[in-house]
């Protein structure tokens, strides 16, 4: 947190996290907050705003060495058996057919937070950090019921590569990315509206309430990341994620014997996940890494040392750590620095040390994957090889070093071992609609749909002028 802040100027940071970061740490999963409309009122401004030059004089201290307050073998255990037992069964849904259940009994008005198109990004960022879904509905003004857009931190990491200066544009977009970094620097606000080219559209789909389950994971196992869900009427009445269905077949998976039995296979067994990956070295600048996600659509990338062993993950809701101009030096400094900063934050937060807990391994079983997606709130995971042994019976690894070290010192081998695939929650979904006798889509359309949709033109252009980096106006 930016101590030289004045209380007029809130950090977009200060709101309090309502999940763990996708792939990053264990942790529990916040109540909701109740929903609430954004308000028009205008952001005071300070008198004087840094310039991100200046602040790259300021680098941050690293995060201090604290004594986990876990053991290495509590560590292990948490690598090796994560809470897989301690299911959250609801009795509604005792008993029942799954396919007989409805899309509106999963979804709650409280997940639904929305934000006009002429609102501040600042504006939306705010609400964002405070969202139970990891995304803001975008409506045309507040009367109207229906969302026309999204915004979530993919988006908002594609527009702070724009208001740094990292993104280059292609010759029709040079106006529009000039008018958003001089807006930045001159603190003038950028509505939602003017970085609509920015944000990787994906589609929006609408589903009704009296709808069942049967119709919402064909759909979300063909690569859809959220469902809008609709009252008889038409408005918008909840959000259905990809994270909230997998929770809800492992929690219930037990009234379920079509996809309960699925649990005990190993993934190599199952013929799941997918082997081309995307990673970044260690010691790759951490806008490397982001430049890397927003070109490829990608919501999280494996951070891996020189023999190509899993040593951390960065996800695009890590971008919540960027968005005051304190932080700007981070960008400049190695993903595995980051990696630490974000871990030592966390475990000041939450009052213990955060491990990593973002692998797998090809002999991982299904049950051992989704325990720990839902345990981390995690959208990937990925599937590392130790050789000689299953991934799940790697050594604990260290607590994360205080300073930033190479990735040719880093012990990624006795970590998790090589990085060879990765799984996500659409193939979760994908199988358990086949194996109950669904048609879903081929997710890699949709993955290729998001590549293109990305903004190809955004590439590291660390010559290129730099605008402020804090958004908060």
Not at 254 to 273: E, H, K, S, T, W
Not at 317 to 337: E, F, I, Q, Y
Request: charged share 20%.
């Amino acid at each position: 947190m930016d101590a030289t802040t004045t209380a007029s100027r809130r950090d977009l940071g200060d709101a309090k996290d309502k999940e763990a970061a996708p792939g990053s740490s264990m942790s529990s999963h916040a109540a909701s907050a109740p929903q609430r409309t954004p308000s028009t009122s205008s952001i005071s401004k300070m008198a004087h705003r840094q310039s991100f030059a200046e602040n790259l004089r300021n680098v941050p201290p690293s995060p201090r060495h604290r004594h986990p307050s876990l053991t290495q073998a509590a560590v292990q255990e948490l690598l090796n058996h994560p809470p897989s037992g301690n299911r959250h069964v609801n009795p509604k849904f005792t008993g029942r057919e799954w396919r007989d259940i409805s899309i509106g009994e999963m979804v709650s008005p409280d997940d639904v937070w929305w934000v006009e198109m002429d609102s501040s990004v600042e504006e939306a960022t705010k609400i964002l950090l405070k969202s139970n879904t990891n995304v803001v509905l975008v409506r045309e003004d507040m009367t109207a019921p229906n969302a026309v857009s999204t915004f979530d931190y993919s988006d908002l990491n594609a527009y702070l590569l724009v208001v740094v200066g990292l993104s280059r544009p292609d010759g029709d977009q040079v106006q529009l990315y000039n008018g958003i970094m001089a807006k930045a620097q001159h603190g003038t606000p950028i509505s939602v509206r003017e970085i609509q080219p920015l944000c990787r559209q994906e589609p929006l789909i609408n589903v009704t309430s009296t709808g069942n389950l049967s119709q919402a994971i064909e759909i979300l196992g063909s690569g859809i990341h959220r469902l809008m869900v609709t009252s008889p009427s038409g408005g918008v009445i909840g959000v259905l994620s990809q994270l909230r269905l997998v929770d809800f077949f492992w929690n219930e998976g037990i009234n379920f014997p079509a996809v309960d039995r699925l649990y005990p296979a190993p993934l190599r067994d199952l013929g799941i996940g997918t082997q081309h990956i995307i990673s970044v070295n260690s010691d790759a600048p951490l806008s490397d890494a982001l430049t890397l996600m927003n070109d490829e659509g990608l919501t999280s990338i494996a951070v891996v040392d020189n023999g190509q062993n899993v040593v951390g993950n960065i996800s695009s809701k890590d971008v919540r750590h960027l968005t005051t101009a304190s932080r700007a030096p981070l960008l400049n400094g190695t993903c595995m620095h980051f990696i630490s900063v974000i871990l030592n934050e966390r475990g000041v937060e939450q009052g213990q040390d955060a491990f990593p807990v973002f692998y797998v391994g090809p002999y991982s079983t299904l049950a051992h994957t989704v325990a720990k997606l839902v345990a981390t709130r995690s959208h990937r995971m990925w599937i590392s090889y130790v050789t000689g042994a299953p991934a799940t019976t790697a050594a604990p690894p260290s607590p994360v070093p205080s300073m930033a070290v190479s990735a040719s010192a880093l012990a990624g081998a006795r970590l998790s071992g090589k990085l060879s695939g990765v799984i996500s929650l659409t193939d979760i979904l994908n199988i358990f609609a086949k194996f109950t006798g669904l048609h879903p889509t081929d997710p890699g359309e949709q993955r290729a749909r998001r590549r293109r949709s990305s903004s190809s033109s955004v590439r590291p252009s660390l010559d290129s002028s730099r605008a402020s980096f804090d958004i908060r106006r």
